[in-house]
């Protein structure tokens, strides 16, 4: 399979639909790059577990009893057997169903019966996946050598984040979406207002000028807007800096191995949070340290797959997880402070009603673009200029590719060649 | 994959079988040869549409807002969203869901938000299919040059279809039954009448002797139905010639691109129509010219996908849509006279019933010869005397498909080399 | 496809879950060794029949109006339709559906309507597969050339069944349970007791110590129960010698082609029956020559796809069929005395519960086995001294795959190469 892409236009449909080139992703992409998979607050105490598959890959991601976040391959040592099926839970140790051998939740093996006198345990060992905490964020890395960039990501993005207290926070809901396409698709999507028209609830409090570099290419209808999004930008300015809290947008989408896009932006209406009136959902702030209602938004991307957003109330948080070449897992993850009481502090619908709506919107258009791309009468067509993030995420997608394949990087100018396999 | 054929006998099991072969179908046959998508009175009025689906393909057909037939890819030429989704309706322009890119029913691009000044929009019409309509019968080819003798098969087929005026006619109803099993074996299944012992229904008006070429071969127990066929075609014949309609046999079904057989032929008891004791259906004449009741049958097959009956009170057209290698959509449309009304004129059970019943017969059918055609063990057996349509298809198909992939097809001699692909 | 093994350490993954291999599987393995079809008492009389599908091929089992068993392709010679859909029945003729071409049970084309004079009936009987009963139990093999070892297991095996008359007793009940993982996996599960702790149910008769080659290698905490497997053996040793039925095991899983396992075994508490007390399940007798309630279990394997166990009021029979690579059919057979009513010398439930248990917790543990086995992470582990058998299967597996492609099974030495292929 041989491919190759124009700069400004999308990728062309095999990337996205052939099941070869889905296993190249998992296998390339989503075992390479550092890949996100939970919060803090899953796994908040000793032994409490979350199990993520990717594909045939499944992860146990655990607090050990030292308190240690770990990562190990959920997968017997003995005879392959699958260790935890449940998505989440809490364990004193990891028991496999088959034949009883028994893991410490530090990946070691304690317990095996019968077997002769030279067996020695030490050599069988949970296999264990690379694991990195940011800020409340847990990432891991099913490689033996995670991209190395982690480190400046990290130190770049604590920043920004670290006021917010995620790792103390509580989940008040998870929802997992199945979406009819592919993950690329889903991410592309989330990179790009072009299509917000598509998302009247979150339209509210979301500025539609989102996306677009500079004003003169924003659209005349949406003059106002910018208006309005300009004197609310110039108040929440003063804010942050009052607060220390860091602002200016950082854009490493496509110039490093684990790109990522992290800004503050002002919301319109009440400006609070994402709710239809933009006021906010919980009335206990999210960091106890931060008890301004009017802070706008805190959004970051880490790709391959993951977003963000935190307002002064609440953090929602965003996952894609590869199922097929046609379906892909977003799970929505929204965090409040762990003293919030539902019913109290918040009604939960009111808390994930604006995205729960734009999901299923968002759903609905991957969908159709999924179907579209699929056609041999599909070509790629040209992105405008509210594109560029969605440009850059492909950039990064191809150069990625392309790396972590052993392939030349350097000759991407005009024209991409993308990868070749048998 | 290599594979060969004895003249006489059926395929071999992997052309009905692997999905390998079956893209080779949809690639080589449906996206090369003229298929039937619709009939004119599906999309009577400016602005109506219906969209048809094959494999991974799938068009919009639709009449423009001057009254012209037209078909399009349906796929956005910004990022490839899937235009229309729904199978039929009525629009005044083809707005994309994603991104509003907005196209007039003839596939201009007519809108397209926050583009660069610099973009040209007449480059961005949607893509077309060729079209082609033939006495109220909507066919489309996905090739840029499809095969030229459409036009003799038109001068050939009008004057026999035309005084029936399809194009004027109404839909009563349309059906869709999904068989389990290949394409081929619905179009083979179609082309012998040596299975109607599993059709009373139907048989108590079709003429089990359809398809022996000569009486000769027609077996002992079916005498007394050769006799009275003979008497009913002798009647119609003076009554086919006094209304000036056409009536002999052209059967050219493997000695052209467009391989069709056309025929006028009597039917049994009342002879009039598809109903249990033959009479009429519809109390008012498909054409208002034709008020004869007793016309029997006009009948047409084209290949690769369609067939039809005319009796003087409606018109019943089938078109088989390959959906899997195990899969095939074959639709029924019934057509009556636009003024006909349901309830007065007719009784849609009445109507439709004799071929219901009939589809679901042969679907069963289908799904065994499938399920067989898939065991190893099957080898191919050899065609019977009434099954010389059957070796007529598989005479055209062979031959398509090797001219159509660039084979030489002058060897179709005792052994057929079929296709040769990885 | 190039794969090595480890001898003493399970198989790798691909072996398991990918098409390719398991479409070898069916080729290799199942169309070419000796497998278990049915039990005589379901073909009891003339004309009975029993179809069984291995893939896409299908065999029908029949008794023919000589008494005689035997199996035939389940394709029609005309066009190939599947002749029998049903699972069993009784019919004296085997009629096509699709246009009646009629057979003798024994296969002989009898009827073919409207063929043309030259037409010889000889020339298309059903195509025969070679058929062989031990004892009651039915084995087909789709090869031309089945294993020839078949005489000298049917002559090994056969002293030890035949008391037990399997041929004249009567199906109490059949049940098929498809389990979510490879064949091998269920193959290799019944291998071993190492996981009889996830059978509470089946172990208060079976002893666990099962499996173990000499006792230093049971545990600790099984101590008491070899004490009361030895007392328990050297009563029965008696009984066995008393009625002079052969009881010492033949252990030659990986030694022939035909690989097989036969013992007599003790039975826990009662020692007569697999109930939950050990008490007989049915009042009569399996077979009336043998009246003695407590005789053990009779326990025979033999590859690659079934064992059973009698005891003296009944018998249980497994076969194992390839569904997918990751889904597997396992029917269950209980055989009673013809002359045993239910209701009055059984309970149907009391009859089957213990096993429909079991079965239901070995199909979650293959369940396991296969998704993680299919996870990148597994590595194949070290058997343990109690899962000698299985290893003794996978050796089998290995050198018949490999001798039944044409490789070379000599150098079977540390590590093996198991199979090459595109």
């Known amino acids: 399979m041989i491919s190759s892409r124009i700069r400004g236009e999308s990728l062309v449909g095999e990337c996205y639909t052939d099941q070869e080139w889905f296993d190249l992703d998992l296998d390339e992409i989503f075992a390479k790059q550092w890949i996100f998979v939970a919060t803090e607050p899953e796994i908040a105490e000793p032994g409490d577990f979350v199990t993520v598959e990717f594909g045939t890959r499944s ?17 017997c040592r003995h005879r392959g057997a699958r260790l935890i099926t449940q998505p989440n839970g809490s364990t004193g140790t990891i028991v496999c169903s088959y034949h009883s051998w028994t893991y410490g939740t530090d990946g070691r093996l304690m317990y095996a019966e ?48 670290a006021p917010h207290r995620l790792a103390e926070a509580r989940v008040a809901k998870q929802t997992d979406l199945v979406e009819n396409g592919n993950w690329k698709l889903a991410m592309e999507n989330n990179r790009e207002c072009y299509h917000c028209g598509g998302h009247p609830e979150l339209l509210n409090v979301f500025f539609p000028t989102w996306g677009y570099d500079s004003s003169d290419a924003i659209p005349e209808r949406l003059a106002a807007v910018v208006d309005r999004y300009r004197r609310a930008t110039t108040e929440l300015t003063d804010t942050w800096t009052r607060l220390g809290l860091p602002y200016p947008r950082i854009a490493q989408l496509d110039t490093r191995p684990t790109g990522f896009h992290i800004e503050r932006e002002a919301m319109d209406l009440a400006g609070e949070s994402f709710t239809l009136d933009g006021t906010i959902a919980c009335t206990r702030p999210l960091s106890d340290e931060l008890p301004d209602r009017r802070l706008g938004r805190l959004s970051m991307h880490l790709q391959p797959n993951m977003w963000l957003h935190i307002t002064s109330d609440h953090a929602v948080l965003f996952s894609v997880i590869p199922i097929s070449p046609a379906e892909t897992l977003v799970r929505t993850t929204w965090l409040v402070n762990s003293a919030a009481v539902e019913g109290v502090d918040y009604d939960l619908d009111r808390l994930t009603g604006v995205w729960e709506i734009t999901n299923q919107q968002d759903a609905d258009l991957v969908a159709l673009a999924h179907r579209g791309i699929s ?15 969605v440009e850059a995420f ?14 030349d990087v350097e000759q991407q100018s005009a024209t991409d060649q993308i990868a070749e396999s048998a």
């Open 375 to 389: 056609d041999p009468a599909y070509i790629p067509g040209p992105y405008g200029p509210s594109e560029f993030q």
């Open 59 to 75: 992860v146990i991601v655990t607090r050990d009893s030292h308190g240690v976040v770990r990562a190990h391959h959920n997968v």
């Open 394 to 407: 492909v950039n990064w997608y191809v150069t990625r590719l392309r790396a972590n394949l052993g392939l």
């Open 114 to 161: 019968a077997q002769t006198p030279g067996f020695d345990k030490r050599c069988y060992s949970l296999r264990s996946v690379a694991v990195r905490t940011i800020a409340g964020l847990v990432f891991i890395c099913f490689a033996d050598d995670p991209p190395a960039d982690i480190d400046d990501v990290a130190r770049t993005v604590e920043p920004y984040l």
